[in-house]
């Protein structure tokens, strides 16, 4: 437990983000060198295919994400520490942005494949359904005139939004189906070589600290956000003393 | 005063305020309203495409009339500081809650039952093959619908930005009534109904799932 703590305090403070931002650009840069030169080209579908490399990581990253949204909503419910509303509002963020990409690297993956930009396959609607929900989260952030209560519908939203997903997903896949099936987890074994599955480890894992990276900044973005306005509404002409100063009274 | 009491009263009192100030009889009916007659007109006369599109065209409006009256019911709260009042009062939170979102499924399901009406004498829609599924399809979503928009509707408070963001947040959340709603609808109206039992199960999940939560986050959204 401890480890971790420490583990935890070292990646978010800045050395840590220093160190997460490179490990995740030398990550990307080397899966988008093994996905483009290294790997072979898929047999049917042709160049096209290496779209993969980006569009399931993303799709991952973004699932990810509004899964973090949703836990980091209960602990600020919980414990009304402001710390876990920035985890919330970053990971919304970062995880609009990249449901935005999913669907737009799928539709662009999807015309020469299936013939369609778009298609209103289970897996498809219910993304373009969560990209819409959070639109709302990110939205309802902004409403109130006082912080705290922002917080808390936000909470609320994030909660029932994550929640509402399964509700989603099961009737848009009742209503419809044209997706290959799952290839990687199944019970059988995976159906693609090894070296493009490998490939595509990497990139998830490339996408993954990517994702942390953008989350650790953005939660710094908005702790540096909260001190300026502190600062100001403490004394207008005041300089900021430390940059560590907590004389403002907010729970950390 | 218990749950279910505290919740009567406000149920009591939301339909009272309604049946004396008429809001939704004069502004939300009528908008629905027109919005069956906009469809039909945009779709050309008759014909085997607006039946086929007609269990939608209810849903969607049904929705814009859901949106209508949740705002509206916190409207009558906010006017006067009344929340506060309702908040104080002996007995837990959730009760305004329920209070507020059986008051809207109440209503709700009303305003269904006339937009139905409508769209099958506009439409031409033939006899039912299950009437009895058609109004258990009305009253499941009016009363998930009734659960999020409750739980939803005290975001819309008094400024106008915060109106717009209401359906922004309803919409999406309510994709479940939605499909479910229609599909049901659909197999009520035209069969066959061998299928329905699935889809009126998901619309009691969503009833499940939202009045749950509802009862559970109801106090975040309100407490100040």
């Known amino acids: 437990m401890r480890a971790l703590r420490r583990v935890g305090g070292w990646i978010t403070g800045d050395r840590g983000r220093r160190a997460l931002g490179w490990t995740a650009g030398t990550g990307l840069a080397l899966s988008a060198a093994c996905s483009l030169f290294v790997v072979p080209a898929d047999a049917e579908q042709g160049v096209v295919q290496r779209l993969m490399y980006v569009h399931v990581p993303t799709a991952w990253v973004a699932y990810l994400a509004f899964t973090v949204v949703f836990a980091a909503s209960v602990a600020y419910l919980r414990t009304r520490r402001t710390r876990w509303d920035r985890l919330a509002e970053a990971s919304a963020e970062v995880g609009v942005v990249f449901t935005g990409l999913t669907i737009v690297l799928g539709a662009l993956w999807g015309r020469p494949t299936w013939g369609v930009w778009w298609t209103w396959d289970p897996r498809l609607t219910t993304t373009a ?10 939205a ?15 909470a609320v939203v994030g ?3 994550f929640l509402d997903v399964p509700l989603v997903h099961l009737s848009v896949l009742w209503w419809r189906g044209l997706h290959q099936p799952p290839s990687v987890l199944r019970v059988q074994g995976p159906t693609i070589a090894p070296s493009m599955l490998l490939t595509l480890i990497l990139a998830v894992a490339a996408f993954t600290a990517a994702y942390l990276w953008l989350l650790l900044t953005r939660m710094r973005l908005r702790r540096a956000e909260e001190r300026a306005m502190s600062v100001l509404l403490r004394d207008p002409v005041a300089r900021v003393t430390s940059p560590q100063s907590t004389e403002d009274g907010v729970r950390r | 005063m218990g749950q279910l009491a505290g919740a009567a009263v406000i149920v009591a009192k939301d339909l009272r305020v309604e049946l004396r100030g008429r809001h939704a009889a004069v502004l939300v009916g009528p908008f629905v309203a027109t919005l069956v007659v906009a469809f039909g007109l945009s779709l050309g006369p008759g014909g085997a495409a607006v039946e086929r599109l007609a269990p939608g065209l209810l849903w969607l409006t049904a929705l814009f009339g ?5 705002r509206r019911a916190y409207e009558i709260e906010f006017d006067d500081d009344a929340m506060l009042g309702l908040l104080l009062a002996p007995g837990p939170n959730s009760a305004v809650y329920l209070g507020k979102a059986i008051a809207i499924a109440i209503q709700l399901a ?3 039952a006339g937009i139905f009406a409508l769209v099958v004498v506009l439409y031409g829609l033939p006899a039912a093959v299950s009437p009895a599924a058609v109004a258990a399809a009305l009253a499941l979503g009016a009363l998930g619908l009734g659960g999020l928009g409750a739980l ?3 975001v819309a408070g008094t400024t106008r930005t915060r109106e717009s963001v209401l359906p922004l947040l309803v919409f999406p959340l309510s994709v479940p009534m939605l499909i479910a709603g229609a599909k049901a609808t659909a197999l009520a109206l035209y ?4 299928e329905l039992g699935r889809w009126l199960g998901l619309l009691v999940a969503a009833d499940v799932v939202f009045w749950a939560l509802g009862t559970l986050l109801f106090d975040y959204m309100v407490e100040d």
């Open chain 2, 110 to 112: 009303v305003l269904e």
């Open chain 2, 66 to 70: 859901a949106v209508l009256l949740c």
């Open chain 2, 191 to 194: 069969g066959p109904v061998g």
């Open chain 1, 140 to 154: 309802v952030r902004r409403l109130p005139e006082n912080a705290t209560r922002a917080y808390r519908w936000a």
């Open chain 1, 159 to 161: 909660i029932l939004g």
């Open chain 1, 129 to 138: 359904i969560l990209f819409l929900i959070y639109l709302g989260y990110l």
């Open chain 2, 152 to 154: 939803l509707g005290a």
